[in-house]
């Protein structure tokens, strides 16, 4: 859908949310750390990193439910999913995908493979990969960053991606401790890939790959701006786990490149939007019918409150009267908070 061809319209083709972290859903109902973390490093190890270790599939599915479940009431039809669960790796991507198809939403699947936890939580983690992809799951080959693995595992995610067809999905460059290790990736990157933030990233970086910047994120964990313009490689909008709200993270989008450059075009920024549709093209007959007409880029880059009313996906009805009709709202909320509630005890015995 183009600039154009969204002006005045009621009924759009659904958002797709180019990089998401469904088992973070649960990560707002946890409480934050004794001490405040003072830098990106320091928040990866006293949240993310904490937090991934505690998670069990129980946990998984209730936070994929209700992480797909917001989609669906942003008018989000597709996820491309990052996932990470060192301590419950075998059949997550399953869980995930099956809470996604439970709520009606579509998921591509990753899990992002890792030395953080020696060479056989790397093993694992890509052999889950594998099995999935095996299966016929729609997904990519998950990495977490280069900084995190040694080269023979970012090579052997290359390989395994190549021997799939398909692409890796991959943080790049999101903060100081990523700083260098960009140039690791030379050689390996294809089309296919997602390289996630680029906020250091050089300009003529040379990878190859679709850059999905996440702004709000970045803002939040301090960790500077993508200035996407700057890249000649297509640019597409995620989240980072923050919701699946792309009109909002559009908004988000616009404002933050408009601080930087005040002559920033919103145009721009659907631009961006688009690229994550172009990445699951079977996105483009879902269809979301909207509560009010949908005006184009510069009416939606100052519209807040703008709400999807019905949903089809693949043909089926799964968002009607502002509802998910294939699951119950309320229990999922339910068994999300009772997860959540697992989740912060784990985390607290943990240390």
Same mark, same amino acid.
């Given at each position: 859908? *183009? ?6 319209? %009621? ?20 409480? #934050? ?29 209730? *936070? ?47 899990? =992002? ?7 056989? =939580?790397?093993?694992? =983690? ?25 080269? &023979? ?44 933030? #680029? ?33 000649? *490689? ?5 989240? %980072? ?7 909002? &993270? ?7 490149? /408009? ?18 549709? %172009? ?11 909207? *509560?009010?007409?949908?005006? =184009?880029?510069? &009416? ?34 339910? /068994? ?16």
């Amino acid at each position: 859908m *183009s600039e154009s061809s969204v002006t005045a319209a %009621d009924v759009t083709e659904g958002f797709v949310c180019a990089h998401h972290h469904l088992y973070s859903t649960l990560a707002r109902q946890v409480p #934050g750390p004794v001490s405040t973390p003072r830098d990106f490093a320091e928040i990866l190890r006293s949240v993310w990193w904490r937090l991934d270790t505690a998670l069990d599939a129980e946990m998984i599915r209730w *936070s994929a439910m209700l992480g797909a479940v917001e989609a669906l009431s942003a008018g989000t039809t597709t996820l491309i999913d990052h996932h990470e669960s060192p301590n419950c790796i075998e059949g997550s991507l399953d869980v995930i995908a099956d809470a996604c198809a439970e709520v009606g939403v579509r998921v591509v699947c990753s899990y =992002g493979v890792t030395d953080r936890h020696g060479a056989d =939580g790397a093993r694992r =983690g890509l052999e889950e990969n594998r099995r999935f992809l095996a299966a016929g799951g729609r997904a990519l080959v998950g990495v977490h960053a280069a900084f995190t693995c040694n080269d &023979d595992t970012l090579a052997a995610a290359a390989e395994l991606a190549r021997d799939a067809n398909t692409g890796v999905h991959i943080h790049v460059s999101e903060g100081p401790a990523d700083d260098e290790h960009w140039s690791r990736l030379r050689g390996l990157t294809a089309p296919e890939w997602l390289l996630v933030h #680029g906020v250091r990233l050089p300009d003529n970086h040379g990878l190859q790959g679709t850059i999905v910047h996440n702004p709000r994120s970045n803002m939040n964990n301090g960790v500077g701006y993508a200035r996407p313009v700057r890249f000649a *490689s297509p640019v597409a909008l995620g989240s %980072d786990g923050i919701g699946a709200d792309v009109l909002d &993270d559009f908004r988000v989008a616009y404002a933050r490149a /408009r601080e930087d450059d005040v002559t920033f075009d919103a145009v721009t920024a659907w631009q961006w939007v688009e690229r994550a549709r %172009d990445l699951v093209p079977e996105s483009r007959t879902d269809r979301v019918e909207w *509560s009010r007409p949908m005006g =184009g880029a510069w &009416d939606l880059a100052f519209t807040t409150g703008v709400t999807p009313w019905h949903i089809t996906v693949d043909g089926e009805v799964v968002f009607a009267n502002g509802m998910p009709t294939k699951v119950d709202v309320n229990e999922v909320r339910a /068994r999300a908070a009772e997860q959540a509630e697992r989740l912060a005890r784990a985390m607290a015995s943990s240390g």
